[in-house]
Every structure is written in structure tokens, then in C-alpha cells.
């Protein structure tokens, strides 16, 4: 294979920062751009036979639609979104390049992401999927090929559904106007944990998370299972139904575990 030249569009930090060092740990020459470097688009599109988008979700359709045509037919056009549908349809509209949707499910801060997943929609050609694979697994990561439908459909569950109960009780948490200090000194490490994941939430990107739910179409439909649980599960132990939501429960576990 010819010597890869990598450009990431937001390779300057975040996840595309992630991607740059891990490409270029398996020796390819790697890009990167933000919106004030030297180098921008149009330089990573004529001086690159793989270009990937890595900026934050809300400007990802716009990107793509620039960087697109500027590809050739035997290039890799193939971006680090947390969804998939959306991303991956623009890509191979505006493009004639290979396509490969790519979402890492893991955050930049992570040191060691041995038997972490990482999700790939190959859309378009065949020559660049085995090269990433192959990228992938060298670094120990566990690889998955999904379709974009099947991909924002789990992540409705693992990414939109758990970012909304954890902001609900972020804010639910605030509302209760206790400060957190004195809820701390009856804190157990259950609470702790789950007080850590709200922080990370709430002060590192929260503009992520609203993205990742709102883009999400799947979203409706599992908001629709969750608020229903909430009433049932209130209505049951307002009615004194510890027995029934034992029940239920042990039901779930089963499904479950
Ligand atoms: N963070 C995560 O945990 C995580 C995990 C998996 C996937 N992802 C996905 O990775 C992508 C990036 O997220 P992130 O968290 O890494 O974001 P981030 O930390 O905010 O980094 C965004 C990057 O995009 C650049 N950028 C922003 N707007 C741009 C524009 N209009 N044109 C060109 N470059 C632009 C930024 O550089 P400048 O600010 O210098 O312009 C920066 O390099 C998103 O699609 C997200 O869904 C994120």
C-alpha cells in the first residue's frame, strides 16, 4: 500500500487529537486542522489520501459538504462522530471517495484503551477498510461493523438514553437547593460515582451530550419507555407496592443479566 498521508479536520484537540497520535504510532505522515491553523481544508484535501472529520457534531454536516468534493475516487473520506445516520448519508452524497463511518466509543482522556470498542460503517469501497481494522487492532481496540441505523439505535440506549437520566438528576440534584457540601457528608461511593459522572457532564463539554441526544432520531421512542417507566415505578410505590416492584425487578434481572 502507498505511504498514507492522514489530514483530521479538529485534529488540534478532542478525539481527532486522539486519532492523530494513534495514526501516527502506526506510521503514517498525519494533518491536522482547527479553524485557525495554517494548513486548513482545502491543504489537507490536496496533500491527503485519507481525510478524516473530527469536529463537534453541530458542524459536522457543514464540514463534510466542503471537504467532500475536493476528494478523489481512491481516497478515504471517514469521520469520528458519535452518530452515525447522518454523517455517513452526507458523506457519500457530497463525496466520490471510499467511505467508512468510524465512532470510537470511548472519550480522548482515556489512557488505555485496551478492549475498548470501536464501531465501523463501511459505506463506500473496500480498498481502506482492512487498513483501519488492521489500525484498530494493532492497538488492542475491539472492532465492530454496524450500519448507521443499527449504530444511533443502540447509542439512542447506551449514549442518549444514560446522558438523559444523568443530566436529570444533575439538575434534579440542583433543584433541591442543598448545597453539595453538606449533601457530601452523608455521601455513599454509589452516590460519589454517580456525582463524579454528573460533574464530567455538566463542566467538561455539556454541549457533547446535548448533541448527542438531540441528534439522536431514536431518541423519541426510548424517552417514551422511560417516562412510562417513571410514572409506573411511582405509582407502584406510592400505592404501597413494594411487592410488585420487587417483582418487576427480578423480572428485568433476568432479561438482563
Ligand atoms: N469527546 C468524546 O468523548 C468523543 C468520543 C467519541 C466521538 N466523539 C466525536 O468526535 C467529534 C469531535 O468531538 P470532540 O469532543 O473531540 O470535540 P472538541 O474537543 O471540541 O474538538 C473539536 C475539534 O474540531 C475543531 N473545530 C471545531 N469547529 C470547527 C470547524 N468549524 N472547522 C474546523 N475545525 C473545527 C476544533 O479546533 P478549533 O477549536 O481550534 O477550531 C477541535 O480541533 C464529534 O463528532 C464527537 O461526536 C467525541
Redesign the pocket.
Known sequence: MEHINVGI????????HWFAGLLRKEGCTVHV????TKLQINDLARLCNVVVV????S??AE?IKQVGPLLAKNALLMD???LKKEPVKLMLKNSRAEVIGC??L???QLKDVTRQNVILCTARGKKWQPWLKEVFKNNKLTVLESTPEKHDKMMAIVQALNHFNTITLGLALAKTNIPLAEISKFSTPIFRTKLEIIKKIFTE?PE?YIDIIMGNLEMGKVLDIYEKELKDIRQTIESGGGTKLKEAIEKAAKKLF
Open positions: 479536520i479538529g485534529g488540534t484537540k478532542g478525539m481527532g486542522c482547527g479553524r485557525k473530527a469536529v463537534p457534531i458542524a459536522t464540514i469520528l462522530t458519535s465512532h470510537p470511548f472519550g480522548p463539554s457533547l
